[in-house]
């Protein structure tokens, strides 16, 4: 779906009322018109009180917000449109706490919300697979420890970073956390995000020494460490820039959810040469993704 650049004011002007927000609802999920899920029927009645349509003919009625992230919530569309416009046009982020300051919510709320879009992110960036010359690279993201640094290191999560590399510019690019670098979790991870047959280039490391027979072409040369920000250059430009993405908004976030503030991280990115669209895009993402509810947020 090709989306329209949208300004701040140009937001503010479009979403200005709850009614305004629901008629945007209703137009993403039906595009060219209403049809009703039982009979087919193509005209129905809004009952504003409930958001829900009724059809005008077998009277059956249709929530607005059923199958989305919004589904059952008591949160007015018009705080979710703010949130989903903060939280896609704000490079670094934005915590719960400052949402819940915005937007007059209680923390629990905002956090909530924040995290179903987070999903909503993951779930849209899940339908694409990177393609062409991929650099690769493992990460580890987590708290200071004392002893070991990098691979082997305490309170830390493993993360497989892809990036397409085009020469001047990156590509897209997949975060994936791993329970740990042996060869089944990275297989599952480049099986799940890179497509096939297409070029890798990681710095050696035994955890990648596999990847041919996964029917890439993998280039193993060993990377000394002083030549790695060189060799994988824009694998390493991720790691630092989300590194400090996490740190500079959330100040560290826990390694039961890390998963879904890369996949913030990585969704933005993705889009960066999109930013103006970037609003409706994350909208449009947002009704048609998986509800999931606090319980299983929580874990």
């Not at 919530?73 to 939280?87: E, S, V």
């Amino acid at each position: 779906m090709i989306q329209s650049d949208l300004s701040l004011l140009q937001f503010k002007k479009r979403f200005a009322s709850e009614r305004a927000c629901e008629g945007a609802l209703e137009k993403l999920r039906w595009p060219d018109g209403f049809v009703c899920p039982k009979c087919k029927h193509v005209k129905a009645s809004r009952i504003a009180t409930r958001r829900l349509l009724q059809c005008s003919k077998c009277r059956h009625q249709v929530s607005l917000t059923a199958g989305t992230i919004f589904h059952k919530t008591r949160t007015p569309l018009l705080k979710w449109f703010w949130a989903i416009y903060l939280a896609g046009q704000d490079k670094g982020g934005v915590s719960a706490l400052r949402l819940a300051k915005q937007l007059e919510l209680g923390y629990k709320t905002a956090w909530l919300m924040l995290h179903k879009i987070r999903k909503a992110m993951a779930q849209r960036d899940s339908d694409y697979t990177l393609s062409g010359f991929i650099e690769m690279d493992d990460a580890f993201f987590g708290g200071a420890a004392k002893g070991r640094r990098g691979r082997g290191a305490a309170n830390k999560t493993p993360v497989l970073v892809m990036v397409e590399s085009q020469g001047e510019k990156a590509g897209f690019i997949a975060m994936r956390t791993l329970e740990n670098m042996q060869k089944d979790q990275v297989d599952q991870a480049v099986e799940g995000w890179i497509a096939p047959n297409q070029s890798i280039r990681t710095d050696g490391h035994k955890s990648f020494l596999h990847l041919d027979a996964l029917g890439h072409r993998h280039d193993g040369t060993p990377v000394p460490p002083q030549k790695a920000s060189e060799d994988l250059h824009w694998v390493h430009i991720a790691i630092s820039n989300a590194k400090r993405f996490l740190l500079g908004t959330y100040h560290g976030v826990s390694h039961k959810h890390l998963q879904l503030y890369l996949d913030e991280f990585c969704y933005r990115f993705n889009r960066r040469s999109w930013e103006k669209q970037i609003t409706l895009r994350l909208l449009t993402a947002c009704i048609f993704a998986t509800p999931v509810t606090y319980a299983e947020l929580k874990g």
